[in-house]
């Protein structure tokens, strides 16, 4: 069996301590291959960002097992480790530098490297993303919600990194921009051989991007199920079950038939 | 936005600011310098303020070539006399002229406000950032050193430093600097602690800058404007003090002109000679108005909360 790109075993996560503790993630487990795309679906709350945001190594409160590329995840991790996993965030408004243009927002990662042939590169990002250079000196309010997430995606993969970790990508813009940045980054894995966690509260975007998936709840993994079985409707779990059938629409006999979990 | 669109083909270097797609850094950068000087330039009091404190600096500058007399030397002759031809302020008890000694005394003012902004308002902005930003111990450390320099009333402080240090411009700058920047510490730990959870910081911290540039590159650009707006209306303040402790006598040595020191010399005579303390007084108020008047306009141009 080939290395998994991402091994995740009894990962847990907690916040407070005390009486004011609590367990956002409790001993979750999955691997996810390379050039996979992987999603982590669940309602608010469910603490799948939260898994996304250990493993980026923006929250040091956990405990279990993480690997990247075979590499055991510490408190601190070195920077060459630390570029090979960059993440897209949620909102593309709070996630760029209101007082940086494109052109440092994607230079800056390039210098802390130290990568050589910083200006080649800034432009083949831009390019790669479907920006024009046109954009390059202008500053995030300059730019619509859509190609600031273009913009966010430029920096994630400037780096070249291995695992690209998806918080919601496109739940922050327009539902006709939506299908435009989605298509974008399944092209982008395909062309740079890329490994995606996706985390998303909508089965319909899961569907189309990832091959497999954790549906999450309570801080808890409730089911694993593959792509074939999401859009064949063979969910094993009650509450997996009522999840697919809110992502279909709204419809009052599905709703008066809703469970609390 | 339009109104500039309107105009019959704006000049070139307009235009050029105003691009949408800007060609290099530069140009982006003096852009948005630009449209903040537009947004600044349509308050009129803003701009008034701009004038006033721009008449202050030409007047410091070239104080020698403007002014009429000598601001030491004394006429005795000459003593007290009422505004006119030749004094247009009139003249003080040795027989000076008044205008002239204003206008060699802006230099005062201006030297002290310079120095205390240069020194108070980066010691208070990485105070404060490296406090918001590290959090925990190192927090709880610096911003009980604020709170501990805060107690400290100024003009209390600045009179022991004189008389501990001797008067002059060096120790009054020093007082007032070292009882001036902690409410800038607090200003920028507050801003940095909203800024610090973002997901642009986060976004940082991920590509692999370091505490200290992130620090620098990002946070501390997110402090600067609150930092700005309060440094430009603390100016009066410090104005006030400066002419306080030259009015006590522990600004500038005494034959060099000082506003305040000047309403300190006319106080025996305020009623006779009324001139002698009532023009260093006026200049002292409208340079302070002028400081406020900017202040109020870089607040409507720089409120970071419109993004």
Same mark, same amino acid.
């Not at chain 1, 094993?236 to 038939?257: N, V």
């Not at chain 2, 691009?19 to 852009?31: D, I, K, V, W």
């Not at chain 2, 940082?204 to 600067?224: F, K, N, V, W, Y």
């Given at each position: 069996?080939?290395?998994?790109?991402?091994?995740?075993?009894?990962?847990?996560?907690?916040?407070?301590?005390?009486?004011?503790?609590?367990?956002?993630?409790?001993?979750?487990?999955?691997?996810?291959?390379?050039?996979?795309?992987?999603?982590?679906?669940?309602?608010?709350?469910?603490?799948?960002?939260?898994?996304?945001?250990?493993?980026?190594?923006?929250?040091?409160?956990?405990?279990?097992?993480?690997?990247?590329?075979?590499?055991?995840?510490?408190?601190?991790?070195?920077?060459?480790?630390?570029?090979?996993? &960059?993440?897209?965030?949620?909102?593309?408004?709070?996630?760029?530098?209101?007082?940086?243009?494109?052109?440092?927002?994607?230079?800056?990662?390039?210098?802390?490297?130290?990568?050589?042939?910083?200006?080649?590169?800034?432009?083949?990002?831009?390019?790669?993303?479907?920006?024009?250079?046109?954009?390059?000196?202008?500053?995030?309010?300059?730019?619509?919600?859509? &190609?600031?997430?273009?913009?966010?995606?430029?920096?994630?993969?400037?780096?070249?990194?291995?695992?690209?970790?998806?918080?919601?990508?496109?739940?922050?813009?327009?539902?006709?921009?939506?299908?435009?940045?989605?298509?974008?980054?399944?092209?982008?894995?395909? &062309?740079?051989?890329?490994?995606?966690?996706?985390?998303?509260?909508?089965?319909?975007?899961?569907?189309?991007?990832?091959?497999?998936?954790?549906?999450?709840?309570?801080?808890?993994?409730?089911?694993?199920?593959?792509?074939?079985?999401?859009?064949?409707?063979?969910?094993?779990?009650?509450?997996?079950? &009522?999840?697919?059938?809110?992502?279909?629409?709204?419809?009052?006999?599905?709703?008066?038939?809703?469970?609390?979990? | 936005?339009?109104?500039?669109? =309107?105009?019959?083909?704006?000049?070139?270097?307009?235009?050029?600011?105003?691009?949408?797609?800007?060609?290099?850094?530069?140009?982006?950068?003096?852009?948005?310098?630009?449209?903040?000087?537009?947004?600044?330039?349509?308050?009129?009091?803003?701009?008034?303020?701009?004038?006033?404190?721009?008449?202050?600096?030409?007047?410091?500058?070239?104080?020698?070539?403007?002014?009429?007399? /000598?601001?030491?030397?004394?006429?005795?002759? /000459?003593?007290?006399?009422?505004?006119?031809?030749?004094?247009?302020?009139?003249?003080?008890?040795?027989?000076?002229?008044?205008?002239?000694?204003?206008?060699?005394?802006?230099?005062?003012? %201006?030297?002290?406000?310079?120095?205390?902004?240069?020194?108070?308002?980066?010691?208070?902005?990485?105070?404060?950032?490296?406090?918001?930003?590290?959090?925990?111990?190192?927090?709880?450390?610096?911003?009980?050193?604020?709170?501990?320099?805060?107690?400290?009333?100024?003009?209390?402080?600045?009179?022991?430093?004189?008389?501990? %240090?001797?008067?002059? =411009?060096? /120790?009054?700058?020093?007082?007032?600097?070292?009882?001036?920047?902690?409410?800038?510490?607090?200003?920028?730990?507050?801003?940095?602690?909203?800024?610090?959870?973002?997901?642009?910081?986060?976004?940082?911290?991920?590509?692999?800058?370091?505490?200290?540039?992130?620090?620098?590159?990002?946070?501390?650009?997110?402090?600067?404007?609150? %930092?700005?707006?309060?440094?430009?209306?603390?100016?009066?303040?410090?104005?006030?003090?400066?002419?306080?402790?030259?009015?006590?006598?522990?600004?500038?040595?005494?034959?060099?002109?000082?506003?305040?020191?000047?309403?300190?010399?006319?106080?025996?005579?305020?009623?006779?000679?009324?001139?002698?303390?009532?023009?260093?007084?006026?200049?002292?108020?409208?340079?302070?108005?002028?400081?406020?008047?900017?202040?109020?306009?870089?607040?409507?141009?720089?409120?970071?909360?419109?993004?």
């Amino acid at each position: 069996m080939t290395q998994p790109m991402i091994e995740i075993e009894d990962l847990s996560i907690s916040f407070g301590l005390g009486k004011d503790r609590v367990d956002a993630v409790k001993n979750v487990s999955f691997t996810v291959a390379p050039g996979e795309s992987y999603g982590l679906v669940g309602e608010s709350g469910s603490g799948k960002s939260t898994i996304l945001r250990a493993l980026a190594g923006l929250n040091p409160f956990w405990s279990g097992h993480m690997a990247i590329t075979g590499q055991k995840l510490g408190a601190k991790r070195p920077r060459a480790l630390r570029r090979l996993v &960059q993440m897209v965030f949620q909102d593309p408004f709070g996630s760029l530098h209101p007082k940086h243009t494109v052109d440092r927002i994607l230079s800056e990662p390039l210098t802390i490297h130290g990568f050589d042939d910083v200006e080649t590169r800034v432009r083949a990002a831009l390019d790669r993303v479907g920006l024009g250079p046109v954009f390059r000196f202008r500053y995030p309010h300059q730019l619509s919600g859509g &190609q600031r997430q273009r913009v966010a995606i430029a920096r994630a993969l400037i780096l070249e990194p291995k695992v690209v970790l998806l918080d919601e990508p496109t739940s922050a813009l327009d539902v006709s921009i939506q299908a435009e940045v989605l298509n974008l980054l399944t092209d982008l894995r395909q &062309q740079l051989g890329l490994t995606y966690v996706l985390v998303s509260h909508d089965l319909g975007v899961v569907a189309h991007m990832c091959s497999r998936l954790s549906i999450m709840r309570t801080g808890e993994v409730v089911e694993t199920a593959s792509a074939d079985e999401l859009s064949e409707g063979r969910l094993l779990h009650a509450y997996s079950r &009522q999840l697919l059938i809110a992502s279909r629409g709204y419809d009052t006999a599905a709703i008066a038939a809703f469970g609390d979990f | 936005m339009t109104d500039w669109a =309107i105009a019959v083909t704006p000049p070139r270097w307009r235009r050029w600011l105003l691009a949408e797609t800007p060609h290099s850094r530069l140009q982006a950068r003096l852009s948005r310098t630009y449209l903040s000087w537009v947004t600044f330039a349509r308050n009129p009091l803003a701009m008034l303020g701009l004038i006033i404190v721009g008449i202050l600096v030409f007047l410091a500058l070239f104080a020698p070539w403007i002014a009429p007399h /000598n601001p030491i030397a004394g006429d005795l002759g /000459n003593r007290l006399q009422p505004p006119g031809e030749s004094h247009w302020l009139g003249t003080d008890q040795q027989g000076r002229d008044i205008w002239s000694r204003i206008i060699f005394g802006s230099r005062t003012t %201006l030297l002290i406000i310079f120095m205390v902004a240069i020194t108070a308002a980066p010691v208070g902005i990485a105070i404060g950032a490296t406090a918001g930003y590290l959090g925990g111990k190192t927090e709880a450390i610096l911003m009980r050193l604020t709170d501990a320099f805060l107690a400290f009333p100024k003009l209390v402080l600045a009179l022991a430093f004189a008389a501990a %240090l001797g008067p002059g =411009i060096e /120790n009054a700058v020093l007082a007032i600097a070292l009882t001036s920047w902690p409410p800038y510490a607090r200003i920028a730990r507050a801003e940095t602690l909203t800024v610090r959870s973002t997901d642009f910081v986060a976004a940082a911290r991920l590509s692999g800058a370091s505490d200290l540039r992130i620090l620098i590159g990002h946070i501390m650009p997110m402090c600067m404007p609150s %930092l700005i707006v309060r440094v430009s209306l603390d100016m009066a303040g410090v104005i006030l003090i400066a002419a306080g402790l030259g009015f006590l006598g522990l600004g500038v040595a005494p034959p060099q002109p000082e506003w305040g020191a000047m309403v300190s010399e006319g106080r025996t005579q305020i009623l006779e000679q009324w001139w002698v303390c009532t023009y260093p007084g006026v200049a002292i108020f409208v340079v302070s108005l002028g400081f406020n008047l900017i202040g109020d306009g870089l607040r409507d141009v720089l409120d970071p909360r419109e993004g």
